[in-house]
């Protein structure tokens, strides 16, 4: 069994949204200092009317700049912490899939295509006791949805008493679209194989509350609770060995 990692284009992004950080944080002080002595420069040699009226227009400009540099910085960073919480959901799930490797070939990160669509699943576990496809969420607090909804909310408590509230897609909805997309390869490739697919909690800070009424809507939250469902599962159709090497084939061959 050997585990297959593409590259995850989201650390590039976060290496990138890292610097412009840096980089817009620093940019009003600059900008101050830089408003400050030419300031002083242009009082040292113009009128004191001149001095004055100039001084209010540099001043505009400034506010106007930092404004604008705090405001991108807040969109970077919110955009920083969402890939980033993504990325550690993302190792959780490196970590379970080195404790299965002996049961399961193993894809991470795998984009699928077929026709004009086109989407990434986070895991893909192939081997005798069946086809399994695992979308990761690394969302705290209290998750509240259905299968049928388009959205599900997402509630947070602090500590001083703020309450926030979210909302997120309905990952069922998103694992059932990327179910059919490699269920679309697979009849491709001469392969009908039962998948299941799997909504992973990673935070150890999440609480559900859903309502489900699929039986194939599958959720686990935290490592032993997707441990514990790995360790016992078992496909209502199990594969065939002919079938294992073909669906590996097509998987490999579109790396």
């Known amino acids: ?11 590039i ?39 004055a ?14 404004v604008l540099c705090a405001l991108a910085y807040f969109i970077l960073a919110r955009r920083y912490n969402i890939l980033l919480s993504g990325i550690k959901g993302e190792r959780s799930l490196a970590k379970i899939a080195k404790r299965h490797r002996n049961h399961y070939d ?16 986070d895991m893909i576990l192939v081997g005798k006791d069946g086809l399994i496809i695992i979308e990761v969420k690394n969302h ?9 909804d388009e959205k599900w909310c997402q509630y947070k408590h602090y500590k001083d008493g703020r309450n926030t509230e979210a909302e997120m897609k309905n990952p069922i909805k ?14 491709a490739n001469g392969v009908d194989a039962w998948i299941d697919g799997i909504v992973y909690f990673s935070n150890p800070m999440i609480r559900l509350k859903l309502s489900l009424k699929n039986k194939s809507s599958i959720v686990c ?9 790995l360790t016992n599962y078992t496909s209502p159709r199990p594969l065939k060995k002919e079938d294992t090497e073909k669906i590996l084939e097509a998987l490999r061959s579109q790396m």
């Open 1 to 11: 069994m050997k585990i297959y990692k593409s590259r995850n284009p989201n650390k």
């Open 13 to 51: 992004r976060i290496g990138v949204l890292f610097a412009l950080q840096v980089i817009f944080g620093a940019l009003p002080a600059i900008l101050f200092v830089i408003f400050a002595v030419d300031n002083m420069r242009f009082a040292n040699s113009n009128p004191e009317s001149i001095a």
């Open 53 to 66: 009226s100039t001084n209010f227009i540099g001043a505009y400009v400034s506010a106007a700049a930092i």
């Open 106 to 121: 193993i894809f991470i990160n795998y984009p699928i295509q077929y026709k004009r669509n086109r989407s990434e699943i």
């Open 140 to 148: 705290s607090g209290t998750v509240c949805g259905s299968d049928s």
């Open 174 to 187: 998103q694992i059932t679209r990327q179910r059919d997309i490699l269920k679309s390869i697979l009849h």
């Open 221 to 229: 939250a935290g490592e032993k609770e997707l441990d514990k469902f």
